[in-house]
C-alpha cells in the first residue's frame, strides 16, 4: 500500500531562514504528490502539486518543492520563512482507487 | 465562490449517540470526500461520493456512513458514538474525481464524544 513519511514532527525555523521540510512516499507508479498547509482551526490549502514534468514544483506563497524519484521524495522549501508561515505541513500522494494518502504532518515554528 | 462549508463546526455528545455532519461543497463541484483526524492518527480518508454514488470507502467500521444528494450536499453519519470518534471532521471537494483536481478544504466539525 501507498505510505507517505515525513521525518519531522516538529522544525523550528528563524523568520528570514530559509525551510525545507521533508516528505518521502512509496508508490509503485507515477506518483500525484501534494502539499497542504494547515493553519489552527482552519482546514487544509493545498500549497502545490507535482504530476509529472519539471521536477522543481512552484507553488502559492512562495514555496516550492523538488521531487526526486531515485529518493522516493519530495521535499518542501522556501527561501525566507516569514512569521505567518507558521502551520502544520501536511504532504500527500494520490492513492489510485481511494483518495490522498497523508503524511502525520511537520509543524513549523518560526521563531524572530 | 463560496468556499466549502461544514455544518456544524463544533459538537459534543455522548458515548452511544448518533451524529450527523453536514458538508455543502463549492458550487458546481460534484465530487465530495471525507477524512477523519486525530492527533494519533493524522488524517485518514472516510469516503467519496461523486453523482450521489459512493465511490471509494476508507478502512472505518460500517458505524461510519454517508451519502450525497442531487445538489452534491453531503452528509456523513456515525451511529454508536465511541470515545475514539473524538476527532475533527474534514469534507473537501472537487470538480470531479479525477486525481488531477486539486481538493478544496472546508474548515471542518470538531466532534468530541464524552
Given amino acids: 500500500a501507498q505510505s507517505v513519511t515525513q521525518p519531522d514532527i516538529h522544525i523550528t525555523v528563524s523568520e528570514g531562514a530559509s525551510l525545507e521540510l521533508r516528505c518521502n512516499y512509496s508508490y509503485g507508479a507515477t506518483p500525484y504528490l501534494f502539499w497542504y498547509v494547515q493553519s489552527p482551526g482552519q482546514g487544509l490549502q493545498l500549497l502545490l502539486k507535482y504530476f509529472s514534468g519539471d521536477t522543481l514544483v512552484q507553488g502559492i506563497k512562495g514555496f516550492e518543492a523538488e521531487f526526486k524519484r531515485s529518493q522516493s521524495s519530495f521535499n518542501l522549501k522556501k527561501p525566507s520563512v516569514h512569521w505567518s508561515d507558521a502551520a502544520e505541513y501536511f504532504c500527500a500522494v494520490y492513492q489510485a482507487g481511494t483518495a490522498l494518502i497523508f503524511g502525520k504532518g511537520t509543524t513549523l515554528s518560526v521563531s524572530s | ?114
Fill in chain 2, 1 to 114: 465562490k463560496a468556499g466549502v462549508t461544514q455544518t456544524p463546526r463544533y459538537l459534543i455528545k455522548t458515548r452511544g449517540q448518533q451524529v450527523t455532519l453536514s458538508c455543502s461543497p463549492i458550487s458546481g463541484h460534484r465530487s465530495v470526500s471525507w477524512y477523519q483526524q486525530t492527533p494519533g492518527q493524522g488524517l485518514q480518508f472516510l469516503f467519496e461520493y461523486f453523482s450521489e454514488t459512493q465511490r471509494n470507502k476508507g478502512n472505518f467500521p460500517g458505524r461510519f456512513s454517508g451519502r450525497q444528494f442531487s445538489n452534491s450536499r453531503s452528509e456523513m453519519n456515525v451511529s454508536t458514538l465511541e470515545l475514539g470518534d473524538s476527532a475533527l471532521y474534514l469534507c473537501a471537494s472537487s470538480p470531479n474525481p479525477d486525481r488531477s483536481n486539486e481538493q478544496f478544504f472546508g474548515p471542518g466539525t470538531r466532534l468530541t464524544v464524552l
